[in-house]
Each structure stands twice: as C-alpha cells, then as structure tokens.
C-alpha cells in the first residue's frame, strides 16, 4: 500500500507543477493562460443560460450545457442507438464497444473505457467513502453500493425470485440465493433461456 500512496503523491505533485496559473476570483488552477482566461469567461458572465443562469467558459459549452433543458442528444451510437447529449460522452460511449480502454491507473497498471470508471476504481487505492448512509452513517466508496445498503433501512427489496416468494435488496444477494438454494433448478431455467 505504500508504493500505491507514493505512486498517487508523485502524480498529485506533477499535476500541482503543470497547473501554475491561478483564478484570483476561486483560486481554480490550469496549465496554461489560455485556459484560465477561457475559465474566467465563467466569472465574467460571458457566456449565460438565459434559462437557469449557469456562465459557462465557451460558447460550445454554453450550446452542450442548453441541452440539458431542451433535452437534445444529437449524437447517437451507430452500435445500440443509445442517445447522448455531447460529443465528449458519445466517444467517452463508444469506447465500450471498441474495448479501447485509455484510462490506465497508475497504481496497478488497471485500465478503463470511461475516465469515471478510473475515478471510481482510485477509491481503492485512496480508500476513499463519499457516500454517507443519512441513517447510520456508514460510508461506501460508490453511490450504488450505498443504494442498496439503504434499502436494509427501508425494507425495499427490488430484486425478487421468480422461484419462491423471497426477495432481496442487492441483485448479488439473489443470485447466491438462487445458486445456494434452487441450484440445479435456477441452472436448468437458465440453460433453457439461452437455448
């Protein structure tokens, strides 16, 4: 584990060099002059949704963000005709398909097609647990994860057997519960409806 705390210093600090130019107005930090005075548009008020006051850096992002309310996603997937609203998660889509994975860890050599996958993967290595349960205050390291933990609190329990009457707040609960206690029969339906 130290190596990997050592491995995500070394790259804090690199990117800490690389973003030299500062926002006086939020202290935000970027690489060149360029992206900063692009950022600052944001403060300026530049470029403004009429529609919910958000000030963007770019007329573009402005254009990408008014999609939000319109509901507009003009770049769909050739492959599964999934919809998307920008560009960025159209390629950030089509990744999975092609298996390209260029979002590499650099703790353990780990790849993802998607930058939040990355993201999510790192909170192994940082141990971080941003997702507070409101009622008992346990922590997880994914939103979903803390999704299913809520359910023990609310007694909702989605995932339902289709061979008995149980159910179950987590579908991996389910699927050890079908293996552990229909086992045979649970393989047999499955076979049937792949075949």
């Given at each position: 584990m130290c190596s990997a705390k050592n491995s995500l210093k070394v790259?804090?600090?690199r990117h800490i060099a690389e973003n030299r130019y500062s926002c006086a107005e939020c202290e935000k930090r970027y690489s060149s002059r360029?992206?900063?005075f692009c950022h600052m548009n944001i403060h300026r008020g530049k470029y403004k949704c009429t529609e919910c006051g958000r000030c963007c850096v770019s007329k573009n992002d402005l254009a990408e963000?008014?999609?939000?309310?319109?509901?507009e996603k003009p770049f769909e997937c050739s492959v599964c005709s999934k919809q998307f609203r920008t560009s960025r998660q159209f390629i950030e889509h089509s990744r999975t398909h092609s298996g390209e994975k260029r979002h590499k860890c650099l703790v353990c050599d780990k790849a993802f097609s998607q930058?939040?996958?990355l993201r999510t993967h790192m909170r192994v290595h940082t141990r971080?647990?941003?997702?507070?349960?409101?009622?008992?205050?346990?922590?997880?390291?994914?939103?979903?994860?803390?999704s299913d933990?809520?359910?023990?609190?609310?007694g909702n329990k989605l995932h339902k057997c289709s061979l008995c009457s149980k159910s179950f707040g987590r579908s991996c609960h389910l699927q050890r519960h079908k293996h552990r206690v229909h086992g045979?029969?649970?393989?047999?339906?499955?076979?049937?409806?792949?075949g």
């Open positions: 790259n804090q600090k360029h992206s900063l963000h008014r999609r939000s309310h319109s509901g930058c939040e996958h971080e647990k941003p997702f507070k349960c409101y009622v008992c205050e346990k922590e997880f390291s994914q939103h979903g994860h803390l933990h809520i359910r023990t609190h609310t045979s029969i649970a393989d047999e339906l499955k076979q049937d409806e792949n």
